[in-house]
């Protein structure tokens, strides 16, 4: 296998190991709500530091699968997607703060470390977006009208299901919302990403397979 399809690779794997972990965390994180609390409030309380593993390993695997990204000649989406993958490295080094009500009795806090956390994740989710515009900008010049279709989608998808996570949690903070549905909505638009990430390097990888005589 060569190097830029290894590197290829750890975008297919990255995504499902991302997701597949945070969701045993929280069926197994006492007082955690999928439907209510961010993902990243996983980093915090008793065992914080699995998800905090899990942001720094797919952040790593990212960064490494867009390399190989840029190096088969994707230049724009790669640089987009090393970002990216900076961004969750951050948000894994930066915990996010105590908030909706995880940890259980923690207060609401607001510090530095946790405003950079926010930002980082704006950041990910954004340049997820981007990413999957530009990316779609070349399938449809490359006229493979499906992947075109799919990445406009799943760039629309992401911002506006980030947009509805976050006003919704502002509401619950707020108290106008009592157990807004913030972790649902924000889960929907991390598999939306996610998946959309993995899709694109298992295309990117089948590409780049050895021509058999």
């Given at each position: 296998m060569g190097r830029a399809r290894a590197?290829?690779?750890?975008g297919v794997v990255g995504p499902p190991l991302f997701i597949a972990t945070f969701l045993v965390e929280e069926a197994t994180r006492p007082g955690h709500s999928w439907w209510r609390n961010f993902v990243s409030s996983l980093a915090t309380g008793e065992g914080g530091w699995v998800q905090i593993a899990n942001f720094l390993v797919w952040g790593t695997l990212a960064v490494a699968f867009a390399i190989g990204v840029v190096r088969i000649g994707w230049v724009a989406p790669g640089i987009?997607?090393?970002?990216?993958?900076?961004?969750?490295?951050?948000?894994?080094v930066f915990v996010t703060d105590p908030s909706l009500g995880y940890p259980p009795g923690a207060p609401p806090e607001h510090t530095t470390h946790g405003m950079i956390h926010g930002l980082a994740g704006l950041g990910v989710f954004t340049l997820n977006?981007?990413?999957?515009?530009v990316v779609a900008r070349r399938f449809a010049i490359?006229?493979?009208?499906?992947?075109?279709?799919?990445?406009?989608?799943?760039?629309?998808?992401i911002v506006a299901l980030f947009i509805a996570s976050t006003a919704v949690s502002v509401q619950d903070e707020l108290g106008l919302w009592s157990n807004a549905p913030t972790g649902l909505l924000q889960r929907i638009s991390i598999v939306v990403g996610w998946t959309w990430i993995a899709a694109f390097a298992l295309r990117l990888w089948r590409d780049r397979a050895p021509s058999r005589a």
């Amino acid at each position: 296998m060569g190097r830029a399809r290894a590197l290829l690779l750890c975008g297919v794997v990255g995504p499902p190991l991302f997701i597949a972990t945070f969701l045993v965390e929280e069926a197994t994180r006492p007082g955690h709500s999928w439907w209510r609390n961010f993902v990243s409030s996983l980093a915090t309380g008793e065992g914080g530091w699995v998800q905090i593993a899990n942001f720094l390993v797919w952040g790593t695997l990212a960064v490494a699968f867009a390399i190989g990204v840029v190096r088969i000649g994707w230049v724009a989406p790669g640089i987009l997607l090393i970002l990216y993958g900076a961004g969750l490295l951050v948000a894994g080094v930066f915990v996010t703060d105590p908030s909706l009500g995880y940890p259980p009795g923690a207060p609401p806090e607001h510090t530095t470390h946790g405003m950079i956390h926010g930002l980082a994740g704006l950041g990910v989710f954004t340049l997820n977006a981007v990413a999957a515009f530009v990316v779609a900008r070349r399938f449809a010049i490359a006229q493979r009208r499906g992947w075109a279709i799919y990445s406009t989608v799943t760039g629309l998808l992401i911002v506006a299901l980030f947009i509805a996570s976050t006003a919704v949690s502002v509401q619950d903070e707020l108290g106008l919302w009592s157990n807004a549905p913030t972790g649902l909505l924000q889960r929907i638009s991390i598999v939306v990403g996610w998946t959309w990430i993995a899709a694109f390097a298992l295309r990117l990888w089948r590409d780049r397979a050895p021509s058999r005589a």
